[in-house]
């Protein structure tokens, strides 16, 4: 697998986690299994590109959902930085595309340097 390959994942699904800005008191609901179960309809268009799957916008819109305090959303960023050394050959541009495609709207681009503890 190319090094590349696995940043473009963890930043695009990232980028939609921090996103998320309502704090709430308890603590982190956001679960590793939560995330992989989330994203993975999502792998087959990171890598090949074509129609996003329903079921992967359905589990990025609920991780953006779930994410809300800065504890989830780094959580699900070290999850993600871990599980996709799992998925080879994603590619950024489908990362990158990922959010708008489904109607997640987030502030920022993605990029393979994304600081996952911001």
Known sequence: MESGAKVPFVAALIA???AATVPRPMESAVTCRLVVSSLTPCATYLIRGGQVPTKCCNGLKSLYKDADTRSDRQM???CME?????VPGIKIKYAG??????DVHIPYKITPTFNCST
């Not at 871990?82 to 799992?86: D, I, T």
């Not at 595309?97 to 489904?102: A, G, M, N, S, W």
Request: hydrophobic share 35%; charged share 30%.
């Open 76 to 78: 699900a960023c070290q």
């Open 16 to 18: 939609m986690v921090v």
């Open 82 to 86: 871990q599980e996709s050394k799992l």
């Open 97 to 102: 595309d990922l959010p708008e495609k489904c």
